[in-house]
């Protein structure tokens, strides 16, 4: 062999020649290595510019917002002022008479939506400021004549002029509701000291209760079916009371297990008694351990009061007693009684319903195939729901009194994923500082002009925390598809229901003041069309209220086309932050009126 030059190459052997291979094989190892470490640590300087380039320069990146065709969205005819879609009468025949099951939740199909937009009544304005509205409305807008004939002389409320007044009457208390309330935290004590913060209302008349108890330091959700009475729910939000429609039938309430710190019934004619007690059974769900049940009306005092229910005193006796029986199986003790109102209390520890392990035992106790806060559409099962024995914090006499619960960490934090008191805290102090600057975005947001406000996709409750201190209430709204954090914002002294926003909301037309959204679109696209979404927010929307619309980039503007064609006016602003990716939406809601005639 030759050499590239010509000279001959000599040929050493094979142990000779395999001394200089083994060197170079080294070296070209080590050369490689070095190489490959060059080339490394420039690659690593280019993406690190990169990142630093995309952190830097928000305002280069490539969101390609989604882009719809501009439709203006007709009139419903002006029969439809009161349309409520999933609870709709003319739809009750329908579904059976079992239970009252008609007056639930039953939506319209997909093809029976309206696409139209839901007029006011003739004569609509501005509903009067809190707190004057609690005790007056504007007749024109829930015109009503109903429930004023029958429910007069009970003081409910009566027309006077253009107004209907509220002088705080109902059935059990038609002198007035002040006195009622004083009678009863006179039995129970925890009502003043802040131990008792939330409540619901079940049969709720015109809320007068649940609004006597807002200067008392007490949140109520006062609950009503769509019935005969008419509109007792609208009412209660024209006067700016938190409200919503629902009945206790088949299925579980909207709310989690362990909620609320006190129930009450006010002759609200819930046969409890009745159906081997389930109704109780979905009370005791939703009560607090330690929790309080209070019943006014029959059969409670039927030793005075029998005459005026057209029965007998053995009668009303006998279901005082199958009451009293029912409520002992259940772990609830009688706390106090006086004149009509009786008190009852919930176990605050598990120890009681021990006896539910018995065979022969009714109601027996719930098995574990079911979650205890599992309330969409779930039915009401025979059975006990038993409070988790990991749940020690958040039991009445052990959960932080108001105002101190609503910053303290609750304990089923731990129970969502990705829970801890350090995210509970990061949420409570980025809240603050978005509520801050919503108001510089929106001066009407903290003053008189908003009262009833609803947080459509809250998570621990956090904006709702951080107007505490303005004059208005907020319904947190926690998906049914989204990690269950409604817990949380009970035990922070808050309100709030389950729901599915492919679905109309639990609630009368023109409702609300303030709607506000964070991200819904972007969590929920994929299951609920944005055209529904936004006409049933227009649906529960007051004329002149607003709505702030925090959402991706990505959607603002196919939002703000959709609102203008339901006659919304729209601004795009910058977040807290003035990030590209994210921009917040200030809607308003026209004031107009109908055009069209009735046509249902």
């Known amino acids: ?38 080339f490394c640590s420039e690659k690593d300087k280019i993406e690190a510019k990169d990142v630093a380039k995309v952190v830097s320069s928000p305002k280069e990146s490539s969101i ?134 939330t409540a619901i209302d079940t049969g709720c008349g015109v809320a007068s209760w649940g609004g006597d108890l807002l200067d008392r330091g007490i949140l109520t959700v006062s609950l009503a079916p769509r019935d005969n009475h008419e509109a007792q729910v609208q009412f209660a939000l024209e006067r700016g009371i938190p409200a919503i429609l629902g009945i206790i039938s088949t299925q579980r309430l909207p709310f989690p297990s362990n909620a609320f710190d006190m129930a009450h019934c006010s002759r609200c004619l819930i046969p409890w008694t009745e159906f081997g007690g389930i109704y109780l059974l979905e009370v005791h769900r939703i009560l607090r351990p330690g929790g309080f049940w209070v019943l006014s009306g029959p059969p409670v005092n039927y030793e005075n009061r029998w005459r005026g229910w057209n029965t ?78 990991k749940i020690k914090k958040s039991v009445m006499e052990s959960i932080p009194k108001w105002p101190e619960r609503l910053h303290a960490t609750p304990e089923r934090i731990s129970d969502i994923p990705g829970g801890s008191a350090s995210a509970f805290k990061h949420d409570d102090s980025k809240w603050k500082i978005r509520a801050k600057h919503y108001k510089k975005l929106l001066p009407a947001l903290g003053s008189d002009k908003m009262r009833n406000i609803m947080d459509m996709n809250t998570v621990y409750g956090g904006f709702a925390a951080a107007v505490i201190d303005d004059p208005l209430w907020v319904m947190n709204v926690v998906s049914s598809y989204a990690a269950n954090t409604l817990p949380v914002v009970f035990d922070r002294g808050l309100i709030g229901t389950f729901h599915d926003w492919c679905e109309a909301f639990s609630t009368y037309p023109r409702t609300y003041d303030l709607l506000h959204l964070d991200g819904l679109f972007t969590a929920e696209s994929h299951r609920c069309e944005m055209k529904y979404v936004l006409l049933e927010m227009d649906r529960i929307l007051r004329p002149t209220g607003y709505a702030i619309i925090r959402e991706s980039s990505y959607f603002i503007d196919a939002i703000s086309t959709i609102a203008k064609g339901m006659r919304w006016s729209c601004r795009k602003e910058d977040t807290e932050y003035g990030v590209e990716k994210e921009k917040i939406l200030i809607c308003q809601k026209k004031l107009w009126y109908s055009s069209n005639q009735s046509s249902r």
């Open 1 to 38: 062999m030759k050499h590239k030059d010509g000279k001959p190459v000599s040929h050493p052997d094979k142990n000779s020649r395999a001394v200089p291979m083994a060197i170079m094989f080294f070296v070209l190892c080590g050369f490689s290595f070095y190489l490959g470490g060059i």
């Open 312 to 389: 007998t005193v053995e009668e009303q006796k006998s279901d005082y007693e199958k009451l009293q029986e029912l409520l002992t199986s259940m772990c609830f003790k009688l706390y106090d009684k006086k004149d009509d109102i009786a008190v009852w209390q919930k176990a605050s520890d598990n120890s009681c319903y021990s006896k539910l392990a018995n065979t022969d035992a009714y109601p027996p106790k719930c098995d574990d195939s079911l979650e205890p806060d599992s309330a969409w559409y779930t039915p009401i099962r025979p059975c006990v729901v038993v409070p988790s024995p």
């Open 64 to 197: 390609t917002p989604l882009q719809i065709k501009s439709t203006a969205f007709p009139e419903c005819s002006s029969d439809y002022q009161d349309y409520t879609p999933c609870t709709d009468p003319k739809r009750w025949k329908k579904y059976g008479n079992h239970r009252l099951t008609f007056m639930e939740r039953h939506c319209p199909p997909v093809f029976e939506r309206k696409e139209c937009l839901i007029p006011p009544p003739d004569g609509y304005k501005p509903p009067i400021k809190w707190p004057k509205s609690r005790d007056q409305c504007w007749y024109r807008n829930v015109p009503y004549d109903w429930i004023n004939k029958q429910k007069s002389n009970q003081n409910w409320l009566r027309k006077e002029g253009d107004k209907f007044l509220f002088p705080g009457g109902g059935t059990m208390f038609p002198r007035g509701v002040g006195a009622y309330v004083d009678l009863m935290q006179d039995l129970i004590p925890e009502m003043k000291d802040g131990t008792i913060r």
